[in-house]
């Protein structure tokens, strides 16, 4: 499984961004795709979810009202659209493969592969 984010950039607080995780290596259509980000300093922590099969979607409680996860099967393509970028958002955003059903759907080690992140940096 490779798994390539894009998307990043240099945004001015209150502005958005659209990620996107292309997913490619594998066979079968259930599955879940993961966004985590990464500040500086702290700890990768899980933000939201989705799972391929049924279009179920998790988030984490900071992120809830401005992050939006969407697929697009056909391109097997996972996205995170961030609206009212906040500075605090600024991190390296990754995304993860993994299989579902896990009831800590955000926990690291529920995913299997990780693509190489893609950078955030809000201004304020």
């Known amino acids: 499984v490779q798994l390539q984010a894009y998307g990043g950039g240099l945004v001015q607080a209150g502005g958005f961004l659209r990620l996107s995780c292309a997913a490619s290596?594998?066979?079968?259509?259930?599955?879940?795709i993961g966004w985590f980000r990464q500040a500086p300093g702290k700890e990768r922590e899980g933000v939201s979810c989705?799972?391929?099969?049924?279009?179920?979607?998790y988030y984490a409680d900071s992120v809830k009202g401005r992050f939006t996860i969407s697929s697009d099967n056909a391109k097997n393509t996972v996205y995170l659209q961030i609206d009212s970028l906040k500075p605090e958002d600024t991190a390296v955003y990754y995304c993860?493969?993994?299989?579902?059903?896990?009831?800590?759907?955000?926990?690291?080690?529920?995913?299997?592969?990780w693509g190489r992140g893609t950078q955030v940096t809000v201004s304020s």
């Open positions: 290596g594998f066979t079968f259509d259930d599955y879940r």
């Open positions: 989705i799972t391929i099969s049924d279009g179920s979607t």
């Open positions: 993860a493969w993994g299989e579902p059903g896990s009831r800590r759907p955000l926990r690291l080690g529920e995913y299997d592969y």
